[in-house]
């Protein structure tokens, strides 16, 4: 869904989340090995963070056990971009993780 925003205003702008203030990420999902411990998988999720999520400056926000999926977007405002996508897909396949799935880049306030 597309939102024009001519003639706004920079604050409407803003509050809509269009034009400059448009956001985009990315979903992805992701297997682990049946039977992994709960120890390995918040050891997995860490180490996932601290290498392929904040030094990208990004965020991600998800949930799961052996299976997960969740939402990656930038932690100011901002754009995700196809690096970003293929970092973080790139570091879950070299990690271990499975059944890897990483979708387009979309906006994350009208999509």
Aim: with cysteine; net charge negative.
């Amino acid at each position: 869904m597309k939102i024009e925003a001519k003639n706004r205003s920079r604050r409407i702008r803003k509050k809509m989340r269009v034009d400059e203030f448009q956001e985009l990420g990315f979903d992805v999902a992701w297997k682990l090995a049946d039977g992994t411990s709960s120890e390995a998988i918040d050891e997995f999720v860490d180490k996932f963070i601290v290498e392929a999520i904040e030094p990208n400056d990004l965020g991600f926000g998800g949930e799961g056990d052996v299976l997960w999926h969740g939402l990656i977007c930038t932690r100011s405002l901002g754009k995700c971009t196809e690096q970003d996508r293929k970092t973080v897909e790139q570091w879950l396949t070299k990690n271990g993780a499975t059944s890897v799935a990483v979708s387009e880049l979309y906006d994350i306030w009208w999509s």
